[in-house]
Every structure is written in C-alpha cells, then in structure tokens.
C-alpha cells in the first residue's frame, strides 16, 4: 500500500538483478485507461531500466479488471515468460460492486500464484476515488508500474 511513508517508486537500486535476459507478459485492463496507460509506461519503461528488451515485453488489452485473471492464465499458458504482471484499476462506486471485482480478481491471482510455475505480479489499483489512483500511478505516492516491474524482475530472478 502506498502512503506517505511509503513511495511507490522508491527502491534500493543496488538490489535489483539485471533484467536483459528476462522476458515480461503484461496483461492492462481496458477500464480508466489514464490510470491503467500510466500503470504501463511506468512498468515498461522500468523493465527496460533494467535491461529488458522491448520486444520481450509482450502487452495484452483485456475488457476489465475482473479479465485480468482469464488474461494472465492465457499467457502462462503460451509459455515463454518468466513473470506475467497484471495491471488494473478499480474504482470504488455506489453498490457493491466494487468489493466483488476485487475480491474476484484478488482471489484469482493468488490461486493461480501459487500453482503456477512463473510468477503472476499484482498490479491492481483498488482507490475510493479517482484522485486515490492519479496519485498511484505516476503522482504523490508514486506510481505503482515502477514497482510491478521491480517485483517482476526480483521474482523472475527467485
Ligand atoms: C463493471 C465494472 C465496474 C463497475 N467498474 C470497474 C472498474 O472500476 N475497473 C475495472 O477494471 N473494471 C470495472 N468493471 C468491469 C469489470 O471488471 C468486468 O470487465 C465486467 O464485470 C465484465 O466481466
């Protein structure tokens, strides 16, 4: 979680691997595209910080946060990743919505992290409000991208 303790793009850079051999699946959630856009530059531009080349970083669109799951388990499946990230964002609204997606897409990615042979990193933005996830994706409290990336490379690399 982000706080004002916590930045999300601060990381030790002295302990994060080379990334040059290592190759990335991303699957982005198509809902609020200016936080889910600012999610992926952040987690490519990041890779690439680190060495990873851009055509070994492989993008999926998928409609919603709730398809990240199905998209994830989709590219663990093709094979040739070492870690598949996803990155969504959910917003809170009036019904309860909110909390099944969530706990949906939460749940789903934890059953398949631990069957799975790759790791799947999590890259979800759950906020109350817009202005929670402008401030998570490249504002005050960094942007969680930056951080998707150097657990993907840290894990890749486990
Ligand atoms: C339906 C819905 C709603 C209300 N809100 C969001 C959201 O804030 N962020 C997001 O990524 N997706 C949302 N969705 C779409 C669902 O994730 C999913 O795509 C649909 O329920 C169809 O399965």
């Known amino acids: 979680m982000a706080t004002s303790l916590h930045n999300l793009s601060d990381y030790d850079l002295t302990k994060v691997p080379d990334a040059s051999n290592m190759c ?20 490519v531009k990041t890779l690439e910080k680190y060495g990873t080349l851009n055509e070994n ?10 398809e ?12 040739g990743y070492d870690a598949v990230i996803i990155l969504g964002c959910v917003i809170r609204g009036e019904t309860p919505h909110f909390d099944y997606i969530c706990q949906g897409v939460t749940n789903g990615i934890a059953q398949l992290n631990s069957k799975s042979e790759i790791p ?8 109350n409000d ?14 969680k991208g930056d951080e998707c990336a150097i ?8």
């Open 24 to 43: 990335f699946g991303i699957v982005v959630s198509e809902w609020n595209p200016e936080v889910t856009g600012a999610l992926l530059e952040g987690t």
């Open 57 to 66: 970083i492989h993008v999926k669109t998928v409609p919603g946060s709730f």
């Open 68 to 79: 990240l799951v199905y998209g994830a388990h989709q590219m663990i499946l093709n094979g």
């Open 120 to 127: 799947i990193v999590y890259g979800l933005l759950t906020t």
């Open 130 to 143: 817009q202005q929670q996830a402008f401030d998570r994706c490249g504002g005050k409290y960094g942007n």
């Open 151 to 158: 657990v993907a490379i840290k894990m890749a690399k486990f």
